[in-house]
């Protein structure tokens, strides 16, 4: 029986994709784990590039993609105990990563662990410092104080993560939401009792330069995300105050990094930012078609239009 699966949703991933896989394979981990790739309708050699490795793949039609449904289909084709997921465009930086992920669990009641995320060399001044911030280099385990959570304790990226298989078989990812099943999936298990867990040692390089356009759709999905699970947990206020905070600090960042000439346009990539989430929190008010229009992921909403 492998002690791992390894799920990877795939989709047009690339000629880097062998560097991911690459990466995989080059791992010391003392026990066995097996590659789950689940395709949703590539077109470039991403199949070509997974037939080199002993991968399993299974693929899917591209209209029953989703976030959450689609690592929900690969965790159940999992035989390991721990099912780690990982995106296609994420590469283990060292031979330990797995190793380093799947130590953690020595306490039983950490339900999942999530690792590092480190830039790569072409990542921008805003995207290098939001990595730096949201990654550190110190190990960290969050729970539940007094039954409480907030938008900090509930962070966990399935980009790079593991859970125990008993765990996803209790708490599922919701495969109802446009993005952040992640974060919704640790909600749950902390308000459970149980514990997550932040790993700097199972770093992977991956990182994207998203334009104000991509930005600001990728964060008005955050938004619409956030209203149907964590809506206390993501008030306006303590957005806006958080948010004017974190400004604070990149600008600090960009002047002392020498970076002083991206001054403008991040202050512009913030505020894309904000009003993202704004209006994604309220996109209830919003008719189909401009949230279509305003999405990063639009086969969302046609499948909404159809409910």
Known sequence: MNDASIIIPTKNAGDGFQNTLEAI??????????VIIVDSGSKDNTMKVAQNYPTKVHQIKP?????????????????????????QDAVPATDKWLSALISNFEDSRIAGVY??????????????FFLNIRYPLSRMVRSA??????????????????????????????????????????????????????EP?????????????????????????????????????????????????EMKFLISDGHVKWLPYALLYDMAKFFGVSLGKKEKHLPLSLKRRLSLHSYYWSKQEKV
């Open 201 to 249: 040692g199972a770093a992977v390089y991956h990182s994207h330069n998203y334009n104000l356009k991509t930005v600001f759709q990728r964060y008005f999905d955050s938004g619409v995300s956030f209203s149907q699970f964590a809506g206390r947990e993501c008030s306006l206020g303590r957005f806006i105050c958080e948010g004017l905070v974190y400004t604070r600090s």
């Open 145 to 198: 104080e007094q039954g409480k959570v907030d938008m900090n304790t509930i962070f966990f990226s399935n980009a790079n993560s593991t859970i125990r298989k008993e765990m996803w078989e209790k708490y599922p990812f919701a495969d109802n939401l446009i993005m952040s099943e992640d974060q919704e999936w640790a909600r749950k298990v902390l308000l459970g009792g149980y514990k997550i867990a932040y």
């Open 115 to 128: 690792g590092r995320q480190v830039p790569e060399g072409s990542a921008n001044p805003m995207e290098s």
């Open 25 to 34: 394979y080059a791992q010391k981990y003392p026990g066995e784990f097996e």
């Open 63 to 87: 209209q029953e993609f989703g976030h959450g449904r689609t690592r929900n289909f690969g965790a159940s084709l999992g035989h390991g105990d721990y099912l780690v997921f990982l995106t």
